[in-house]
C-alpha cells in the first residue's frame, strides 16, 4: 500500500530528506511541490554554507546532527574535515571545556586543544589571539543542494513525483482537515500536508489560517578572494565574536552573528531566483570583518569577492518547529531546520507520521510547546531576535530571556513585595529565591559557572520547609479540565483513574510510547483535573472523543504548594470542606519535596487571597515563601524525576524508578539495563548544571539530568542515567564538570527522611 496522500510544500534540502524518509518508510504517494526551480530553490538551503555541528547541549538537536552527519556521508554530499570552536576568554575556554562535556555525553568524540594544536589544525589562524579550542573530528560541511537532489532522487525512484516552479496559493481544508492545496494552475488533494516551505513558513500558515512562530531574519555571509586556504580545514567558529569560517578550495566563506538584528518582511523578499540572498549591508558587517581579520591576519590582504545577507528562520527558542498543528489536523509542520539538523529531523518527522509516534524525543522541538501567548507575532519577534544573537555566543541554562512578564501568576505583587527574584519558566515569572529572607549565618562557596542565578538564600528557603513550612508557586504548571468518562482517561493513563481521588500516572499515546507524567484528580463523577504540560494538553485534545471536552485552565486558576512538618496543622486550621478560609479551593495530598503537605489550587481571582490567607495563618508556624531553587534542590533529594529533564518518552518507567505508576501485571520480564540513579557529589563547591558525562572505570557510563546543592543532605546531588549494575548504592562514580571530574556515590532514595518519619 502507498500510504495516504503526501503533499509536501518546499523541495529544500529538508522537504526533499522527509520525501526521502517517508518514501523509504513505504509511504509513497508523495508529491513535493516547490515554487522555485528544481533543486537550486532559491531558498536558505541555496545559499546554506552547510556547516554540520553535532555537539550541543541538547541530546535531541546532537542526535539529529549526528544521523544528517551519517547519511549525507553515506550519499557522498558530506566533507568530513571537523570543527574547530576557539575561545578567547577563560570564559569561554572553560565553556568549551563543557562544550567537550557534552559530547562525552552524547557519543561524539572530541578535544580540547591548546592554541599551537589548534594553529597546526588551522594554519591560517593567530594562535597568540586564542586561548584554546575544541575540535570535533565527525563535524563537517554538507553540499546542501546535492544532498537534497540525492534524497529527491532516492525518493522519485519510489513512487515519489517532484514539481518546481509551482507555487502553492492555497491549503484546502474540510472543517478541521486539511483536504490538500491549490496553485495557480492545479489543485493537490491530500491527506497531509507538511510545510517544508523554510522562512516562508508563516505565510504558508496564514494561507491555512494557522500561526507558524518563527520569524524570517538576514544572515550576513561573505567569501573572500584567495587567502591560502585549502579543502581540507576544519569548520572554526569563534563564539566570542559570533563568527563561523570554512574553506572554499583557497577561498574561505564566513558568517556573522555579530551584526545588529535584521528581521526580514516577506513582502520586501525580492521576485527573483535568489529572493534568499538579500542586498549585503556594508555597515553592519564591519565589526566583523575587524573581528575575523584579528583572528586571521591574512584576511586584511584580500577583498570580498560575494557577499549577501542571507534569510533563514528563527524561533522564540532556537530549537525547530516540528509536528501537527492544533488548528488544522492533517497540517504538519517542519520549519527552521538548519542543513545541521535536516536529514535527522526529516526521519523523526516521518517516524513520528507512519509510526504515530517519533523514534526519538522531541518535546523540545515539539511545535506546540508554545502557549498560544508565545505564537503572538510580537512575541516572536522579540524572542527570536534574542535566539538568533545568542547562536553562537555562551547560552547558560539559566539566562534570562528577552520578553519578561508575559505570564504573571496572581501572587505576583505579594511576591514582589518580599523581595521575589524572578526567574522566566515558559512565559511565566516565578521566584527564584525571596531578598528579604535571611542567607544563613555560614554561606559555602561556589564556582563561577553553578553561581550563576543563585542566592545562599535557597539554602534557608529549603531549611525552612524540612523544618517548619513553607508555601510555593506552583501556577507555571499547566492545568487541564476534563469532563466525560472516566473511561477516557483511564485509557490514556498507565493508572485506573476511575476511583475517587488523587493519582499520579504516565500519560500514554495510543499510537504507542509514554507522553507524560501527569496528577490527575477525580472531581466528580465525570469531571477531572490534569495537572502536566503543555504538550499533554495538546494529547488530550487530540485524542478526546465525541462526549469529551478538554479545556486548559490554566490561565484562570492558580496554585500554591505548601510544605512541611507543621504544614499539615496549618492547612486543617483553615480547611472547612470544600474552602481555605473564604477561598473555594482543590486540595490535592500530593508532595514533590518529600515534606507532607498539599496542593492547593483556585481561580485567579482568588489568588491574593489564597497567598494572604495561608500567609497569615501561617505566621505562627513560622512559614516562608520559597523559590524554584530551594524546590529543585528538595525535589532532587526526595529522588522526585521531573518530566522533560529527567526522563521523557524514550525511557522505561521501570529503569526511571516509576514502577509505582504501572498497572499491576505490567512489570517487563527482564531487568533493564540502566537505571535513573541518585548521586552524593564530595563537595568541593562545584554543582553541576546538567548533561554532565559520568565516568567508572575511566570510560563514559551515563549523563547528569539534573542537580543541585542538597541543603539537608549536605552536599551537590544529582539524578543520573547509569546502567543497571553501576545503579548499586555505594557505588563511585565520577561526574566531568568541566576541565575536572568530581567524585560521587550513588545513594539510596530518598536522600532525605521526613522530618515527621524522624519524629515518629
Same mark, same amino acid.
Given at each position: 500500500?502507498?500510504?495516504?496522500?503526501?503533499?509536501?510544500?518546499?523541495?529544500?534540502?529538508?522537504?526533499?530528506?522527509?520525501?526521502?524518509?517517508?518514501?523509504?518508510?513505504?509511504?509513497?504517494?508523495?508529491?513535493?511541490?516547490?515554487?522555485?526551480?528544481?533543486?537550486?530553490?532559491?531558498?536558505?538551503?541555496?545559499?546554506?554554507?552547510?556547516?554540520?555541528?553535532?555537539?550541543?547541549?541538547?541530546? &535531541?538537536?546532537?542526535?539529529?546532527?549526528?544521523?544528517?552527519?551519517?547519511?549525507?556521508?553515506?550519499?557522498?554530499?558530506?566533507?568530513?574535515?571537523? =570543527?574547530?570552536?576557539? /575561545?578567547?576568554?577563560?570564559?569561554?575556554?572553560?565553556?568549551?571545556?563543557?562544550?567537550?562535556? *557534552?559530547?562525552?555525553?552524547?557519543?561524539?568524540?572530541?578535544?580540547?586543544?591548546?592554541?599551537?594544536?589548534?594553529?597546526?589544525?588551522?594554519?591560517?589562524?593567530?594562535? $597568540?589571539?586564542?586561548?584554546?579550542?575544541?575540535?570535533?573530528?565527525?563535524?563537517?560541511?554538507?553540499?546542501?543542494?546535492?544532498?537534497?537532489?540525492?534524497?529527491?532522487?532516492?525518493? $522519485?525512484?519510489?513512487?515519489?513525483?517532484?514539481?518546481?516552479?509551482?507555487?502553492?496559493?492555497?491549503?484546502?481544508?474540510?472543517?478541521?482537515?486539511?483536504?490538500?492545496?491549490?496553485?495557480?494552475?492545479?489543485?493537490?488533494?491530500?491527506?497531509?500536508?507538511?510545510?517544508?516551505?523554510?522562512?516562508?513558513?508563516?505565510?504558508?500558515?496564514?494561507?491555512?489560517?494557522?500561526?507558524?512562530?518563527?520569524?524570517?531574519?538576514?544572515?550576513?555571509?561573505?567569501?573572500?578572494?584567495?587567502?591560502?586556504?585549502?579543502?581540507?580545514?576544519?569548520?572554526?567558529?569563534?563564539?566570542?565574536?559570533?563568527?563561523?569560517?570554512?574553506?572554499?578550495?583557497?577561498?574561505?566563506?564566513?558568517? /556573522?552573528?555579530?551584526?545588529?538584528?535584521?528581521?526580514?518582511?516577506?513582502?520586501?523578499?525580492?521576485?527573483?531566483?535568489?529572493?534568499?540572498?538579500?542586498?549585503?549591508?556594508?555597515?553592519?558587517?564591519?565589526?566583523?570583518?575587524?573581528?575575523?581579520?584579528?583572528?586571521?591576519?591574512?584576511?586584511?590582504?584580500?577583498?570580498?569577492?560575494?557577499?549577501?545577507?542571507?534569510?533563514?528562520?528563527? &524561533?522564540?527558542?532556537?530549537?525547530?518547529?516540528?509536528?501537527?498543528?492544533?488548528?488544522?489536523?492533517?497540517?504538519?509542520?517542519?520549519?527552521?531546520?538548519?542543513?545541521?539538523?535536516?536529514?535527522?529531523?526529516?526521519?523523526?518527522?516521518?517516524?513520528?507520521?507512519?509510526?504515530?509516534?517519533?523514534?526519538?524525543?522531541?518535546?523540545?522541538?515539539?511545535?506546540?510547546?508554545?502557549?498560544?501567548?508565545?505564537?503572538?507575532?510580537?512575541?516572536?519577534?522579540?524572542?527570536?531576535?534574542?535566539?538568533?544573537? =545568542?547562536?553562537?555566543?555562551?547560552?547558560?541554562?539559566?539566562?534570562?530571556?528577552?520578553?519578561?512578564?508575559?505570564?504573571?501568576?496572581?501572587?505576583?505583587?505579594?511576591?514582589?513585595?518580599?523581595?521575589?527574584?524572578?526567574?522566566?519558566?515558559?512565559?511565566?515569572?516565578?521566584?527564584?529565591?525571596?531578598?528579604?529572607?535571611?542567607?544563613?549565618?555560614?554561606?559555602? =562557596?561556589?564556582?563561577?559557572?553553578? /553561581?550563576?542565578?543563585?542566592?545562599?538564600?535557597?539554602?534557608?528557603?529549603?531549611?525552612?520547609?524540612?523544618?517548619?513550612?513553607?508555601?510555593?508557586?506552583?501556577?507555571?504548571?499547566?492545568?487541564?479540565?476534563?469532563?466525560?468518562?472516566? =473511561?477516557?482517561?483511564?485509557?490514556?493513563?498507565?493508572?485506573?483513574?476511575?476511583?475517587?481521588?488523587?493519582?499520579?500516572?504516565?500519560?500514554?499515546?495510543?499510537?504507542?510510547?509514554?507522553?507524560?507524567?501527569? &496528577?490527575?484528580?477525580?472531581?466528580?463523577?465525570?469531571? *477531572?483535573?490534569?495537572?502536566?504540560?503543555?504538550?499533554?494538553?495538546?494529547?488530550?485534545?487530540?485524542?478526546?472523543?465525541?462526549?469529551?471536552?478538554?479545556?486548559?485552565?490554566?490561565?484562570?486558576?492558580?496554585?500554591?504548594?505548601?510544605?512541611?512538618?507543621?504544614?499539615?496543622?496549618?492547612?486543617?486550621?483553615?480547611?472547612?470542606?470544600?474552602?481555605?478560609?473564604?477561598?473555594?479551593?482543590?486540595?490535592?495530598?500530593?508532595?514533590?519535596?518529600?515534606?507532607?503537605?498539599?496542593?492547593?489550587?483556585?481561580?485567579?481571582?482568588?489568588?491574593?487571597?489564597?497567598?494572604?490567607?495561608?500567609?497569615?495563618?501561617?505566621?505562627?508556624?513560622?512559614?516562608?515563601?520559597?523559590?524554584?531553587? /530551594?524546590?529543585?534542590?528538595?525535589?532532587?533529594?526526595?529522588?522526585?524525576?521531573?518530566?522533560?529533564?529527567?526522563?521523557?518518552?524514550?525511557?522505561?518507567?521501570?529503569?526511571?524508578?516509576?514502577?509505582?505508576?504501572?498497572?499491576?501485571?505490567?512489570?517487563?520480564?527482564?531487568?533493564?539495563?540502566?537505571?535513573?540513579?541518585?548521586?552524593?557529589?564530595?563537595?568541593?563547591?562545584?554543582?553541576?548544571?546538567?548533561?554532565?558525562?559520568?565516568?567508572?572505570?575511566?570510560?563514559?557510563?551515563?549523563?547528569?539530568?539534573?542537580?543541585?546543592?542538597?541543603?539537608?543532605?549536605?552536599?551537590?546531588?544529582?539524578?543520573?542515567?547509569?546502567?543497571?549494575?553501576?545503579?548499586?548504592?555505594?557505588?563511585?562514580?565520577?561526574?566531568?564538570? *568541566?576541565?575536572?571530574?568530581?567524585?560521587?556515590?550513588?545513594?539510596?532514595?530518598?536522600?532525605?527522611?521526613?522530618?515527621?518519619?524522624?519524629?515518629?
Amino acid at each position: 500500500m502507498p500510504g495516504p496522500k503526501v503533499v509536501v510544500i518546499g523541495a529544500g534540502i529538508v522537504g526533499c530528506a522527509l520525501a526521502d524518509e517517508l518514501t523509504g518508510q513505504g509511504w509513497t504517494d508523495v508529491t513535493v511541490l516547490e515554487q522555485g526551480p528544481l533543486f537550486s530553490t532559491g531558498g536558505s538551503s541555496s545559499h546554506s554554507a552547510g556547516l554540520i555541528v553535532q555537539t550541543s547541549p541538547s541530546r &535531541t538537536l546532537s542526535r539529529l546532527a549526528r544521523y544528517t552527519a551519517d547519511k549525507y556521508a553515506e550519499l557522498g554530499c558530506f566533507s568530513p574535515v571537523g =570543527s574547530l570552536e576557539v /575561545a578567547a576568554t577563560p570564559e569561554r575556554l572553560a565553556e568549551l571545556h563543557r562544550r567537550f562535556g *557534552f559530547g562525552q555525553s552524547w557519543g561524539i568524540g572530541s578535544a580540547v586543544l591548546d592554541p599551537a594544536a589548534c594553529k597546526e589544525l588551522f594554519p591560517l589562524l593567530d594562535p $597568540a589571539r586564542i586561548l584554546g579550542g575544541l575540535h570535533v573530528p565527525s563535524d563537517g560541511v554538507a553540499a546542501p543542494v546535492r544532498a537534497a537532489e540525492a534524497q529527491a532522487a532516492r525518493a $522519485a525512484s519510489r513512487g515519489a513525483r517532484f514539481i518546481g516552479n509551482e507555487r502553492v496559493v492555497a491549503v484546502l481544508r474540510q472543517g478541521d482537515q486539511v483536504s490538500g492545496v491549490r496553485s495557480a494552475d492545479a489543485a493537490y488533494p491530500a491527506d497531509v500536508v507538511i510545510s517544508c516551505a523554510g522562512f516562508w513558513g508563516p505565510a504558508v500558515g496564514e494561507l491555512a489560517g494557522v500561526a507558524v512562530p518563527m520569524l524570517p531574519m538576514a544572515h550576513q555571509f561573505v567569501r573572500t578572494t584567495a587567502v591560502g586556504a585549502s579543502a581540507g580545514l576544519p569548520v572554526l567558529r569563534h563564539p566570542d565574536r559570533g563568527l563561523y569560517l570554512r574553506a572554499y578550495g583557497e577561498h574561505l566563506g564566513v558568517g /556573522a552573528y555579530l551584526h545588529e538584528p535584521l528581521p526580514v518582511d516577506l513582502a520586501d523578499v525580492p521576485e527573483d531566483n535568489r529572493p534568499a540572498m538579500l542586498p549585503f549591508t556594508s555597515g553592519t558587517f564591519k565589526q566583523s570583518w575587524s573581528a575575523v581579520a584579528e583572528l586571521i591576519p591574512s584576511l586584511s590582504r584580500t577583498a570580498l569577492e560575494e557577499a549577501f545577507n542571507g534569510v533563514l528562520a528563527v &524561533t522564540a527558542d532556537g530549537f525547530p518547529l516540528l509536528g501537527e498543528s492544533r488548528e488544522l489536523r492533517g497540517l504538519w509542520i517542519a520549519g527552521a531546520v538548519s542543513v545541521t539538523h535536516s536529514a535527522g529531523a526529516a526521519k523523526a518527522l516521518a517516524e513520528w507520521l507512519v509510526d504515530g509516534y517519533p523514534g526519538i524525543d522531541l518535546h523540545e522541538c515539539d511545535l506546540n510547546r508554545f502557549d498560544p501567548g508565545r505564537f503572538a507575532p510580537a512575541y516572536v519577534r522579540r524572542a527570536a531576535t534574542r535566539a538568533y544573537t =545568542s547562536t553562537l555566543g555562551i547560552v547558560h541554562p539559566q539566562d534570562p530571556p528577552a520578553v519578561r512578564n508575559l505570564r504573571l501568576s496572581p501572587f505576583h505583587p505579594r511576591q514582589a513585595e518580599l523581595g521575589a527574584v524572578f526567574g522566566e519558566v515558559d512565559g511565566w515569572e516565578l521566584p527564584l529565591w525571596y531578598a528579604t529572607n535571611p542567607p544563613p549565618e555560614e554561606i559555602r =562557596s561556589r564556582d563561577d559557572w553553578s /553561581a550563576r542565578h543563585w542566592s545562599p538564600i535557597a539554602e534557608t528557603e529549603a531549611r525552612q520547609t524540612r523544618k517548619r513550612v513553607a508555601v510555593y508557586d506552583l501556577t507555571g504548571q499547566t492545568r487541564i479540565e476534563v469532563t466525560g468518562p472516566a =473511561s477516557f482517561l483511564t485509557g490514556l493513563t498507565s493508572s485506573d483513574v476511575s476511583q475517587d481521588g488523587v493519582t499520579r500516572t504516565l500519560l500514554l499515546d495510543p499510537a504507542g510510547g509514554i507522553r507524560g507524567d501527569v &496528577t490527575v484528580a477525580r472531581l466528580a463523577e465525570d469531571r *477531572f483535573l490534569v495537572i502536566g504540560g503543555p504538550l499533554d494538553l495538546d494529547l488530550l485534545r487530540r485524542r478526546a472523543p465525541a462526549g469529551v471536552t478538554v479545556r486548559d485552565v490554566t490561565g484562570g486558576t492558580c496554585g500554591l504548594g505548601v510544605w512541611g512538618p507543621r504544614a499539615p496543622d496549618l492547612l486543617r486550621s483553615l480547611r472547612s470542606g470544600g474552602y481555605l478560609g473564604m477561598v473555594p479551593v482543590t486540595v490535592l495530598p500530593l508532595s514533590a519535596v518529600g515534606e507532607p503537605g498539599a496542593e492547593i489550587y483556585t481561580e485567579a481571582q482568588y489568588g491574593l487571597r489564597l497567598w494572604d490567607t495561608i500567609g497569615e495563618a501561617g505566621r505562627e508556624a513560622g512559614l516562608v515563601a520559597a523559590g524554584r531553587l /530551594a524546590y529543585e534542590s528538595l525535589r532532587i533529594e526526595n529522588g522526585r524525576r521531573a518530566w522533560g529533564v529527567d526522563l521523557t518518552g524514550e525511557d522505561d518507567p521501570y529503569q526511571a524508578g516509576l514502577e509505582a505508576l504501572v498497572r499491576p501485571g505490567a512489570r517487563p520480564a527482564t531487568l533493564p539495563d540502566r537505571r535513573l540513579a541518585s548521586l552524593r557529589i564530595e563537595d568541593t563547591g562545584e554543582v553541576p548544571l546538567g548533561g554532565e558525562p559520568v565516568y567508572a572505570g575511566g570510560f563514559v557510563v551515563g549523563h547528569v539530568t539534573s542537580a543541585a546543592y542538597g541543603w539537608t543532605a549536605g552536599a551537590p546531588i544529582a539524578l543520573a542515567w547509569l546502567p543497571a549494575a553501576l545503579s548499586v548504592p555505594g557505588t563511585q562514580v565520577e561526574i566531568g564538570y *568541566f576541565d575536572r571530574r568530581l567524585l560521587a556515590t550513588v545513594a539510596a532514595e530518598p536522600l532525605v527522611e521526613p522530618m515527621e518519619n524522624k519524629r515518629g
